[in-house]
């Protein structure tokens, strides 16, 4: 059984992605996700991402944070609210490690209520 107490990898993508929330974890890495597209829709301030196994991946942050920190973050994306799961994923460091963290990906009610799709913006990499 895991340590409930430990930190935990989270994958910023958009919004994570500021000094607010980097300087407030640890062990901050750059980070390919693979088998997903980050899509911007032009309505939002923030992207989505979107299972997609024909895309090579792209590129982001993976850090750590601390349990009570990721209670916060998940308020923040709204999963109480079912806008977002948080869901486990490996990604690709740069080193070639393989890492397991955790992405925010949106619901299939926020992927009808926001229009999104894997076209949504193709020359994001």
Known sequence: M???????????????ISNQ???KSTDVQVCKILNFRRVWTGETVFPFV??????????????????????KLDMYEGVDQGMFTRDSIEVELLSGEILEAC??????KTITEFNLS????????
């Open 21 to 23: 929330t980097i300087l």
């Open 50 to 71: 979107l299972k997609d196994s024909t895309f090579s991946g792209f590129y982001g942050l993976v850090f750590q944070v601390s349990p009570a920190r990721l209670d």
């Open 103 to 108: 992405i925010y990906v949106p619901t299939p």
């Open 2 to 16: 895991g340590n409930d107490m430990a930190p935990v990898n989270i994958i910023g993508y958009g919004t994570f």
């Open 118 to 125: 894997s076209t949504s913006d193709p020359d994001d990499l």
